[in-house]
C-alpha cells in the first residue's frame, strides 16, 4: 500500500520564534474592532516563553504551562484618576505554553493568539464570554478579509 506525503514540508520548519509570534499579535491585534482596542489605550504586546518565578507564584500555577497569557495594567474605572510614573496597559503572551495547547487542539496558531489576546484584554475589562465571542468573530471576518 502507497503512502501519501502529508508532511507539507515541515522537515525544515521550527517552532515559531518569539518574535514571530510578537508579529503575529501585532497583527491580530490590529484586527480587532477599534471600539475593542480603544478599551486599552497604549498597549504593549510582550512574548516571552514563560511566566516569570514571580507571577507563577501570585497565581499560584501548577505547571509553567498553565498560563497563555497575562494582561497587567489599569481598567477602565482606575484610568480617570491621576498618578505620575504610570506604565501603558501590558500583554505577556507565553509562548511555550501557548505551543503546548496548539499542538493539542485544531486551531491555528493565529487563532490561538488571537483567542488570548481578546480574553486578557476581555476579562480585564470585566466583558462577558458572548461579548468576547462577537469580538472574536468580527476579528475573524476582518482577517478574511485580507
Request: aromatic share 8%.
Amino acid at each position: 500500500m502507497a503512502r501519501i506525503d502529508q508532511s507539507d514540508n515541515w522537515h525544515e520548519r521550527h517552532a515559531p520564534t518569539i518574535s514571530t509570534f510578537e508579529s503575529l499579535a501585532i497583527d491580530a491585534y490590529g484586527h480587532l474592532p477599534d471600539e475593542f482596542r480603544a478599551l486599552t489605550g497604549d498597549l504593549i504586546i510582550e512574548v516571552i516563553d514563560f511566566p516569570s518565578d514571580e507571577i507563577f507564584e501570585d497565581m499560584a500555577l501548577e505547571t509553567p504551562f498553565d498560563l497563555l497569557g497575562l494582561f497587567e495594567g489599569r481598567g477602565i474605572s482606575e484610568r480617570f484618576s491621576l498618578e505620575t510614573g504610570e506604565t501603558p496597559n501590558h500583554i505577556t503572551l507565553y509562548r511555550r505554553p501557548i505551543l503546548d495547547y496548539w499542538a493539542e487542539n485544531e486551531e491555528t496558531l493565529g487563532d490561538i493568539i488571537t483567542h488570548v489576546l481578546i480574553h486578557e484584554i476581555g476579562h480585564h475589562f470585566g466583558l462577558s464570554d458572548d461579548d468576547m465571542e462577537r469580538i472574536e468573530d468580527s476579528a475573524e471576518e476582518a482577517a478574511a478579509e485580507r
